[in-house]
Nanobody, 114 residues
């Protein structure tokens, strides 16, 4: 069955960096766009970044443009989210999602605080 497992979250000070990973299994990874979402406390889940099957087309939420980079390794079936210049408002649970399908990982917590 479809499995998405996120890792790499943690606690970081403002201005710091983290790299999230999402390891996929149970489906043809190369055939699907992949997405990262996040959910801050008390807020709705929002899309952060998307990447197409080739890895060439990437889209970002305005709030993270220029700071976050999404990438993928089709051979390893992993999608990454490099997060730089982190801000307190980036705090939340980050989820990996299988394209437009309703399959999600369990999430990984990112906390940005001084």
């Amino acid at each position: 069955q479809v499995q998405l497992v996120e890792s790499g979250g943690g606690f970081v000070q403002p201005g710091g960096s983290l790299k999230l990973s999402c390891t996929a299994s149970g489906f043809l990874f190369n055939n699907y766009d992949m997405r990262w979402y996040r959910q801050a406390p008390g807020k709705e889940r929002e899309m952060v970044a998307t990447i197409d099957v080739t890895g060439r087309r990437k889209d970002y939420a305005d709030s993270v443009k220029g700071r976050f980079i999404i990438s993928r390794d089709n051979g390893k079936k992993i999608v990454y989210l490099q997060m730089n210049d982190l801000k307190p408002e980036d705090t939340g649970v980050y989820y990996c999602k299988l394209g437009s399908r309703d399959f999600w990982g369990q999430g990984t917590q990112v906390t940005v605080s001084s």
